[in-house]
Nanobody, 120 residues
């Protein structure tokens, strides 16, 4: 069965760093684009960063460009989000997402999320 398990969240002071990890199983990880989304209290879920299945291309929300880095290890079936210079507005539940879309099919999987709290 498909599983996406996030880890690495926690409480961090403004200006600090965290590294989120997402361990995937139950599907062919190397064929899926992977993304991190986040949802702050009272707000809609938003896309933070995406990495293609090969890891060659990445994309970031304007709000995190230059501070966050998404990466993946297809040998370990894992995707990561390095978050630097964290600010209180980065406080949210962060979700791992796996997506594969073809002409006649689409697969979209979600993890349960990990909470990141940025506060002094």
């Amino acid at each position: 069965q498909v599983q996406l398990v996030e880890s690495g969240g926690g409480l961090v002071q403004p200006g600090g760093s965290l590294r989120l990890s997402c361990a995937a199983s139950g599907f062919t990880f190397s064929t899926y684009a992977m993304s991190w989304y986040r949802q702050a209290p009272g707000k809609e879920r938003e896309l933070v960063a995406t990495i293609t299945n090969t890891g060659v291309s990445t994309n970031y929300a304007d709000s995190v460009k230059g501070r966050f880095t998404i990466s993946r290890d297809n040998d370990k079936n894992s995707v990561y989000l390095q978050m630097n210079s964290l600010q209180p507005e980065d406080t949210a539940v962060y979700y791992c997402n796996a997506k594969r879309v073809g002409r006649y099919y689409g697969f979209n999987y979600w993890g349960n999320g990990t909470l990141v709290t940025v506060s002094s």
